[in-house]
């Protein structure tokens, strides 16, 4: 069996997947100033160089794409660490490793997002593109744009250009960039599907993942967007997220039920309902 052949029988159960699914919902607010960027605008006369991406409506928006791409690197880092203590930690992934004699070297190189081209693979699985989708597979995580609900407004930033050879400014290099301001509120929501769809180590291990990933952006927040090395980006939930579980009946109704963030994270990682 092809590794790809073996990505899609592991990973690939979509069962009930558009009826039953979990949503964590609730606030996230930037702390600190956030450009996340339409593309710079080169037309005569503009005032902004740098203008931050808008909705038809003029209201600016945090399209999920970006968000996923922030997640799916945590992820992956998570793994690789893994990865690299696979000899001393007991988890789903360090056994899944060893059983597959993986190094972080090959790791990283087989399971980033942007794989890079090599012989060696890894037979039975890849987490990250298990839960986020890649060439073979359809993401089971959705992110939905995030939608301003208090404030939005913008300032403009005057910049420089530095010329890395020169160690100094760029001559004709300024720039004026659109930031959002600190302390705006968005509505974040993320829908999960399918992931107790069979209790195989490779799944084990993918919700352990992704319990890492919502117990470590509960916590700790996470940044997006341009400049995040210059402190832009920051965001924070405002106040413990939500989680709805949708679900069919034995009657085949609808029906949901509201569970705790950390209910949710201990039942990914095994502990119970």
């Not at 990865?83 to 059983?99: G, H, N, V, W, Y």
């Not at 190094?103 to 997002?113: A, D, G, K, N």
């Not at 693979?121 to 987490?127: A, D, F, G, L």
């Not at 910049?159 to 509120?185: C, H, M, Q």
Request: glycine share 10%; charged share 25%.
């Amino acid at each position: 069996m092809s590794s790809e052949e073996s990505i899609v029988k592991v990973f690939g159960n979509f069962s009930k997947a558009l009826i039953e699914y979990y949503e964590v919902y609730g606030t996230v607010v930037n702390r600190t100033a956030l450009h996340v960027g339409s593309g710079r605008d080169t037309s005569p006369g503009q005032a902004i160089d740098n203008p931050v991406v808008r909705l038809p409506d003029g209201r600016p928006y945090i399209p999920g794409s970006s968000l996923k791409g922030v997640f799916r690197s945590i992820v992956e880092s998570y793994l690789v660490t893994v990865a690299s203590e696979r000899d001393r930690m007991k988890t789903s992934c360090a056994q899944l490793f060893r059983d597959n004699n993986v190094t972080p070297e090959l790791f990283t190189r087989v399971c980033s997002p942007t794989p890079i081209e090599s012989e060696e693979t890894i037979e039975s699985y890849c987490v990250n593109h298990g839960l986020f989708g890649g060439p073979d597979i359809a993401s089971h995580i959705q992110l939905f744009d995030l939608m301003v609900k208090e404030h939005g407004e913008t300032f403009t930033k005057p910049g420089v250009a530095i010329d890395r050879f020169l160690g100094a400014s760029r001559p004709g290099a300024l720039y004026n960039i659109e930031l959002v301001a600190p302390d705006t509120k968005w509505e974040f929501r993320m829908r999960i599907y399918g992931v107790e769809s069979n209790n195989s180590l490779e799944w084990r291990c993918a919700r352990e993942a992704l319990a890492f990933l919502l117990e470590y952006i509960g916590r700790e927040g996470f940044s997006l967007g341009g400049r995040v090395s210059a402190g832009h980006g920051y965001m924070v939930f405002d106040g413990e997220p939500k989680v709805r579980h949708v679900y069919v009946d034995e009657d085949g109704r609808v029906g949901t039920k509201e569970l705790s963030f950390k209910e949710f994270i201990k039942r990914l990682k095994g502990g119970g309902e």
